[in-house]
T-cell receptor
């Protein structure tokens, strides 16, 4: 089944404790992206990747890192999480970078930083 | 990307057609109209997109006015499982410099009732 998976689905952590949220897709998609969703603010893009070893900042990259060493994986790293990073996070991927194809979203990771 | 305006909420009886409007009066000539939906905190799901012609797929129909300043998403026979927030997005294809980012507004909460 074609899908985007994220792990963990739920995470409660404390300020300053490094964490990684994994994202994997099995559709051989070039493009992958991370979004966060907060009440009243909609979805905002954090980082995106056009292909392996090619990443770039989205609208709200501060406090996050990403890497794209393999085509299928695009982990989101919070080196020193803070309470304002408490949010619902979504990973997305699409077949090409033209922007004309649909984006497939993962199920989401609900992160709470105390 | 052009700004979109959607009603905050709509109700629809199960089995009836749900018609969700979107106003995008500042749309430019090469911007596409996309529709996604999000079922209660799940990952957003692509529905349909179009440029200027009406489009139909297995999920819905998209009607774009001749001047392209507004569009309507039609779910022909709404079911309870169609209860979701529906997002209308207007964007350039990435190849023209629009990037592959999706900018979600606040959308329309569609409630399908018995």
């Amino acid at each position: 089944e074609a899908q985007v998976t994220q792990n963990p689905r739920y995470l409660i952590t404390v300020t300053g404790k490094k964490l990684t949220v994994t994202c994997s897709q099995n559709m051989n998609h070039e493009y992958m992206s991370w979004y966060r969703q907060d009440p009243g603010l909609g979805l905002r893009q954090i980082y995106y990747s056009m292909n392996v070893e090619v990443t770039d900042k989205g609208d709200v990259p501060e406090g996050y890192k990403v890497s794209r060493k393999e085509k299928r994986n695009f982990p989101l790293i919070l080196e020193s999480p803070s309470p304002n990073q408490t949010s619902l996070y979504f990973c997305a991927s699409s077949f090409e970078t033209s922007g004309l194809n649909e984006q497939f979203f993962g199920p989401g990771t609900r992160l709470t930083v105390l | 990307d052009a700004k979109t305006t959607q009603p905050p909420s709509m109700d629809c009886a199960e089995g009836r057609a749900a018609n969700l409007p979107c106003n995008h009066s500042t749309i430019s000539g090469n911007e596409y109209v996309y529709w996604y939906r999000q079922i209660h905190s799940q990952g957003p799901q692509y529905i349909i997109h179009g440029l200027k012609n009406n489009e139909t797929n297995e999920m819905a129909s998209l009607i774009i006015t001749e001047d392209r300043k507004s569009s309507t998403l039609i779910l022909p026979h709404a079911t309870l499982r169609d209860t979701a927030v529906y997002y209308c997005i207007v964007r350039l294809p990435a190849i023209t410099g629009g990037g592959n980012k999706l900018t979600f507004g606040t959308g329309t909460q569609l409630k399908v009732e018995l």
